[in-house]
C-alpha cells in the first residue's frame, strides 16, 4: 500500500471552488442546511451540491456539504430562533454559525458526521465530485473528474476509520453489492492525524489491496 503526495490535485480543487462567486447564505434545519437564494441554488446544482426535498420542494444540503462550504469559506449559515411564531413581532434573533457549532449540531443528528466530512472534503479537494452514497455506512458516489451530469457515478467510496474491526463478510458482501452496480469500490481509510488514504478492492481479495485509481 503506497501513499502519494495530492498537492496539485488539492490545488485544482479548491480553485473550482473559488468558481462559486459570492458568499451562499443558507439557515439550518434540523439535520439539514437550507438554502433559498435561486442563483445559489443554480450555482450548487451544476457543482453537484444539495438535493431538492421531495416532500417540501426546498433545496438542501447535506452536513458534510455544508460544513465543506463553510470550511472552505464559501458559505456563511444562519440560524434563525422562531420560538415565537406566534408572534407579531419581526424581531426573531438570527445566529451566524460557526464551523465548530455547525460540527455541534451535526453530531447530534450522525455521530459519524466527522468521518464524513474528512473523506468528502479530501474528494473535493482533489476535484472529484461526491454525491450521497448508497447506505453502505459513511459511503459516496463519487465521479471521475469531467463526468458529473455527463455519466453516471464510476466509484463508491465508503470510508474506515484506522483501528475500526470490520467482519471480512460484512466488508465482502458491500464489496460484492457494489461490484454488481457496475461501480468500483474503494476503501477511505482514515487516519489518526485525520489524512485519507484509497484502496482498490475486489471480490474475497482483500490480501491484494491495489492503490486505488483516485490517487492518480
Do not use: C
Request: charged content about 35%; glycine content about 8%; overall charge neutral.
Amino acid at each position: 500500500m503506497k501513499r502519494r503526495n495530492m498537492i496539485g490535485e488539492e490545488k485544482r480543487g479548491k480553485e473550482d471552488e473559488e468558481s462559486i462567486a459570492g458568499s451562499i447564505k443558507a439557515r439550518i434545519k434540523g439535520d439539514r442546511v437550507v438554502v433559498d437564494d435561486p442563483h445559489a441554488i443554480e450555482e450548487l446544482r451544476k457543482r453537484g451540491y444539495g438535493d431538492r426535498d421531495e416532500h417540501d420542494g426546498r433545496y438542501f444540503l447535506y452536513m458534510y456539504e455544508a460544513l465543506y462550504l463553510l470550511y472552505t469559506k464559501r458559505m456563511s449559515i444562519i440560524r434563525k430562533d422562531d420560538s415565537d411564531s406566534n408572534s407579531k413581532s419581526n424581531n426573531n434573533r438570527t445566529e451566524t454559525l460557526s464551523f465548530d457549532e455547525l460540527v455541534g449540531e451535526a453530531l447530534r443528528y450522525d455521530p459519524s458526521i466527522w468521518t464524513k466530512f474528512l473523506i468528502y472534503r479530501d474528494l473535493r479537494s482533489k476535484g472529484y465530485v461526491a454525491r450521497e452514497g448508497f447506505g453502505f455506512g459513511n459511503d459516496f458516489r463519487v465521479y471521475d473528474r469531467g463526468d458529473y451530469n455527463i455519466k453516471s457515478a464510476r466509484y463508491i467510496v465508503f470510508g474506515l476509520n484506522e483501528g475500526r474491526e470490520v467482519k471480512i463478510d460484512d466488508l465482502n458482501r458491500m464489496v460484492e453489492q457494489i461490484s454488481n452496480m457496475g461501480k468500483e469500490p474503494i476503501i477511505a481509510v482514515i487516519e489518526r492525524r485525520g489524512e485519507v488514504i484509497y484502496y482498490s478492492v475486489e471480490r474475497m481479495r482483500f490480501v491484494e489491496l491495489k492503490r486505488s485509481p483516485l490517487t492518480n
